[in-house]
């Protein structure tokens, strides 16, 4: 009870993200689509669903397709358990991500050591937690030892890479999703 099952779509905050990312107005939306600003509202904050043929004006008006929309679309349900025996696999043996699907905010657990040399840089922020062992994290050029329960917050950005400098260390990650426009023009000082 209360794990992730398949669920009905909900569309509009897809079509917002992709509204959004071509800097587009839901007037411009409804005269390119033949929609009414209402009801692309109502669509964009799931209060209606619109039929095949409203949606596929939609993606229309927003240059990409019904299928398309559909695939970037959050699941219906808002509460979302993943169990550790049967977490999704991550990009490496490693690592395995906290959340499932497509949505705001992403979260993965990295176990043991990985490329040490690797350098990261991601357009929004995020937050780094040592839930056991402990890391080195090097950022803008100046070094950081972090121990059981501490965190680092980096913006985005920030070019950083991290090393466990403990055997089993194990590192979640949670940063803003790369497809959420989160920080516009931040400026370095």
Not at 3 to 13: F, Y
Not at 61 to 78: I, K, M
Not at 114 to 137: K, P, T, W
């Amino acid at each position: 009870m209360g794990d992730h099952k398949e669920q009905p779509l909900r569309v509009g905050a897809a079509v917002r993200r992709r509204r959004r990312a071509l800097d587009l107005t839901l007037a411009v939306v409804a005269e390119r689509s033949g929609l009414s600003v209402p009801f692309l509202s109502q669509i964009e904050n799931d209060r209606a669903r619109p039929s095949r043929g409203s949606l596929e004006k939609v993606a229309d008006a927003l240059r990409t397709t019904a299928v398309e929309l559909l695939a970037a679309a959050d699941p219906a349900c808002s509460v979302d358990v993943v169990r550790a025996e049967i977490g999704e696999p991550g990009p490496d043996p490693q690592s395995r991500s906290l959340v499932r699907g497509h949505h705001q905010m992403h979260a993965t657990e990295f176990t043991g050591d990985h490329d040490a040399g690797r350098e990261f840089q991601f357009r929004n922020d995020q937050l780094m937690y040592v839930a056991d062992g402990a890391v080195e994290i090097e950022a803008e050029g100046r070094a950081y030892r972090l121990g059981r329960g501490d965190t680092l917050y980096l913006t985005g950005g920030v070019r950083h890479r991290w090393r466990a400098t403990v055997a089993d260390t194990r590192v979640v990650v949670v940063a803003v999703a790369e497809h959420i426009e989160a920080v516009r023009d931040r400026k370095r000082r």
